[in-house]
């Protein structure tokens, strides 16, 4: 025992245990560490080394007999049988089986899934419908031949503290310096500080900030085998962790059917595990979780308020490097595409995951911690009953280019800082700057991607900043990118073809050359350029020029009119190259298009190459472009149309030269949510599918 340890167990005696030993039993059994600690804070809570070995083979033992590991399901089941009742430790889930009007327990290891359980059980335990909890069962055989089930669980006891006092853990940690207590924080989740730099010291310590502050909205990406999603599946029983796959607002949020609230009404913190893999099917959700992001509500035909703390953890597969000095990607490229900006202005800190060590038993610590469950609780009382929101508010000085959202989101993770580190009461003036110009920094991370993204300059102020108490003003800057213009200055692509430039105080400022400098550009390029795109020039004095931008999932402005139109001035025929014009939708948008290439004023002609599936469908295809011909000749406008079953490419020639190429041909917006939203009549309004769009002159070449 180090001076350390001393001092812990001397303040919280009953409640430390030598980390050491969950490492030795964990190696040899995949339980989780809040679960092998109990067993350990009930058998091994001791200074004694006899005491010591002999709780050691008591959990062992305890495993032994009651841990089922899921190749001995099989075994478990028949030793219910042969003995008539026995008790486990297995993860429990209840399920209501619609059809059969009753609920039903199921155990992950011992693998039954129609194993009967008492109403009360679950009536008393909500979270067992809602991601299911660990816990001590009693398990009996239904000797019944009446009945289509084998067992019954007889009886649960949730693997968690039964009474927390939070008032002895506050006067425990009044004993210790706040580097000691961080020390200690570190030891009692495994780790051993010594191995650490301050810097990730204070990483490890905001991992664990979802778990205290309630609607923190967080994300980690960085490479594998880092321990992202080690503290929501394994450090709390107030933590469930949602792994790679769909995620349903159902599940999530709100049940119409059941009129049940989802994960975020039964949970602290909900965890996204391997974030880059989830699907979402449906836009609802995205929506919804944007309302629950920004204030902690939102409505499902009921008004729903929850507390629950959202985690995004995930990996990136580029080198931070290659992704902070390029000008297409950005620190947020792994998301799902439905991950747009308004969900990304949400998080309120991004935590550097390239900087986290790779887990190593180089970095696991034998001296003594808390136990593991003891500090959730301690966790848990402070995500339910304390708000530092006020004080950090009253202490705090930002500055200009803080915004709202930055704000909020910079306090939030102070507040969770606070918690998790000064239970007791105020910090010093300089622990409360350290974490300040940490916070920041976390969010100015989360800032300077959306303002890579963003084609505008909404974002554009980067550089946050807060005041010291000697009235020091401080910008903040994120190591990875302070020395990077793709991100300190990103190129601006818009369907205009503006340049921007951002100054040195974060402001962007946009690239505009006055009418009369375009004007004489027009003629200066008369001499050099040939007579087929020379200088044309639109009624706003605009030079046509090529452009090369892509425009992003969720992103509105973009319609035929703002993207094909003004290359049409002069054109007599043009021609459309789409393999997919088959379906209602994709038939509707080649009617916008051609309403756009009318207004242009002089096309006569418009030849449309497109494929088909099969014969009937091609019937079908000819009936529905057969109107639109028809009214196309009412206006002058002849439509030819080509089938070609092998044609790939999407592109759209223009006879004075230009050439439009979209990724996704004429179909790149998304379905409205609602025909009665904006966006659904005007295409200018309506979101966007990801596509890139190049536009150029091959004769310009």
Not at 229 to 237: A, G, I, N
């Amino acid at each position: 025992m180090d001076q350390l340890d001393q001092k812990l167990v001397a303040a919280f005696d009953g409640r430390v245990v030598r980390k050491d030993l969950l490492h030795r039993i964990k190696k040899g059994t995949n339980v989780p560490t809040f679960v092998l600690e109990f067993l350990l804070a009930r058998f091994c809570a001791s200074t004694d080394a006899a005491e010591i070995e002999a709780g050691t083979a008591a959990v062992l033992a305890t495993l032994h007999d009651n841990y089922v590991r899921p190749n001995e399901s099989n075994a478990a089941q028949s030793r219910v049988a042969t003995k008539g009742k026995h008790k486990f430790i297995d993860k429990v889930h209840v399920r209501y089986s619609e059809n059969e009007k009753r609920h039903w327990a199921s155990l992950e290891n011992f693998n039954s899934q129609r194993v009967a359980i008492p109403e009360k059980l679950y009536r008393d335990n909500d979270r067992l419908l809602e991601g299911g909890i660990w816990a001590e069962v009693t398990i009996v055989h239904n000797e019944s031949e009446d009945e289509d089930f084998a067992f019954i669980l007889e009886d649960l006891r949730a693997i968690q503290l039964s009474r927390f006092d939070f008032d002895r853990y506050v006067e425990g940690r009044k004993q210790f310096t706040r580097d000691e207590w961080m020390d200690v924080i570190l030891r009692s989740v495994g780790l051993e500080p010594s191995k650490l730099s301050a810097r990730v010291k204070l990483h490890f310590i905001a991992r664990l900030a979802p778990l205290t502050e309630a609607n923190f909205n967080f994300i980690e990406l960085g490479p594998r085998s880092t321990g992202k999603s080690y503290f929501f599946s394994e450090f709390s029983p107030y933590s469930t962790l949602v792994s790679g796959g769909q995620a349903t607002k159902a599940t999530l949020f709100y049940n119409n059917a059941r009129h049940r609230i989802g994960l975020v009404g039964f949970w602290d913190t909900v965890a996204f595990d391997e974030v880059t893999k989830i699907t979402i099917r449906d836009p609802d959700s995205i929506q919804i979780m944007k309302d629950f992001m920004a204030n902690g509500r939102f409505s499902r035909g009921v008004e729903v308020i929850a507390s629950a703390s959202l985690a995004f953890v995930g990996n990136i597969d580029l080198s931070i490097e290659q992704v902070v000095n390029s000008i297409e990607n950005d620190l947020f490229t792994p998301l799902p595409k439905e991950f747009d900006l308004a969900v990304m202005d949400r998080f309120a800190c991004y935590l550097p995951g390239w900087e986290m060590p790779k887990n190593s038993s180089t970095f696991l610590t034998s001296n003594y911690g808390l136990i593991t469950d003891f500090l959730a609780e301690a966790f848990h009382y402070q995500f339910v009953k304390t708000n530092r929101y006020e004080e950090v508010s009253k202490r705090i000085r930002l500055g200009s280019s803080v915004e709202g959202r930055d704000e909020k989101g910079i306090k939030k993770t102070i507040c969770a800082i606070l918690k998790i580190l000064h239970p007791e009461g105020p910090p010093s003036d300089a622990e409360f700057e350290d974490y300040v110009a940490y916070a920041v920094e976390c969010r100015r991370r989360v800032k300077e991607q959306m303002n890579k993204r963003k084609p505008d300059d909404e974002f554009a102020s980067i550089n946050l900043s807060f005041i010291k108490s000697d009235g020091t003003e401080i910008v903040v800057w994120c190591p990875e990118s302070k020395n990077s213009p793709a991100t300190q200055n990103p190129v601006r692509r818009g369907t205009k073809g503006r340049s921007d430039t951002v100054n040195e105080v974060g402001s962007a400022q946009a690239v505009v050359p006055p009418k009369e400098s375009v004007l004489q550009a027009a003629v200066v390029a008369a001499e050099t350029v040939p007579t087929a795109i020379i200088s044309q020039v639109n009624a706003v004095g605009s030079v046509l020029t090529d452009q090369h931008f892509i425009i992003r999932y969720g992103d509105i402005g973009h319609s035929y009119d703002s993207i094909v139109g003004p290359y049409l001035v002069g054109a007599k025929e043009i021609i459309v190259e789409d393999p997919y014009i088959r379906m209602t939708h994709q038939v509707q948008n080649l009617v916008r298009f051609c309403e756009a290439v009318v207004k242009a004023g002089s096309i006569k002609k418009i030849k449309l190459v497109t494929g088909y599936d099969d014969e009937a469908k091609l019937v079908e295809i000819q009936e529905k472009i057969s109107e639109l011909q028809q009214s196309l000749a009412e206006v002058d406008v002849v439509l030819e149309v080509v089938f070609n079953t092998t044609i790939h490419d999407r592109e759209i020639r223009i006879d004075n030269g230009w050439v439009v190429k979209i990724g996704r041909g004429l179909d790149f917006y998304q379905k409205p949510a609602s025909w009665y939203e904006l966006g659904a009549m005007d295409l200018s309004m309506r979101r966007c599918l990801e596509t890139k769009v190049d536009i150029f002159h091959p004769a310009a070449k």
